[in-house]
């Protein structure tokens, strides 16, 4: 059949929802109140951006793509909000490794000895390496959840096994 004679609108693909950070099945979905905050400050943008796109009446076909995409993260993030256990890091135990903690680890073995990092384990949708906030499902933090300032901890990174210890916990007001 002739391009001529279809739908403009048939020729759309259904656009492709980005998923939100996995949470593994299970698991609660934690969060710090400041990541609460960021979830609704997010869906607020989104609801903004889907006003916008309603108003626009230039393309038709653009206009119906971007509602529905725009549609479908905000399910994705409403999900996550209604899911949310807020976690206040202020009233974790100070000694040991939980949620909501600032770690500082020191390599002792297998990798650069003497290394140093520094870490909050974070909500999944909080998460991210440059501003130093890993989310609790990753590996490095379940590694040291429980832990306590001087045990140790093994880190697999890459194909080297770490061996850490714990040397600094702080809770901050997330």
């Not at 960021?38 to 206009?63: F, I, P, V, W, Y």
């Not at 003497?114 to 933090?141: C, L, N, Y």
């Amino acid at each position: 059949m002739s391009r001529a004679f279809t739908k403009e609108d048939d020729a759309l693909e259904a656009p492709i929802i980005p998923p939100r950070a996995a949470l593994p099945a299970g698991l609660p979905n934690y969060v710090t109140p400041h990541g609460l905050e960021q979830l609704r400050a997010e869906l607020g943008e989104l609801e903004a951006e889907r006003s916008k796109a309603e108003a626009n009446h230039d393309d038709a076909a653009e206009r119906t793509r971007q509602i529905t995409l725009i549609k479908g993260k905000i399910a994705l993030l409403t999900h996550r909000i209604t899911s949310a256990k807020v976690v206040d890091p202020r009233e974790q135990p100070s000694d040991e490794v939980r949620f909501g903690a600032t770690v500082t680890l020191k390599t002792i073995s297998g990798g650069k000895k003497g290394m140093v990092r520094t870490f909050t384990i974070v909500g999944v949708d909080e998460a991210s390496v440059q501003d130093g906030k890993i989310g609790f499902v990753a590996p490095i933090a379940r590694a040291v959840t429980g832990k306590k300032v001087g045990e140790q901890a093994q880190l697999q990174m890459g194909r080297v096994q770490e061996t850490v210890e714990i040397t600094e916990i702080s809770y901050k007001a997330s």
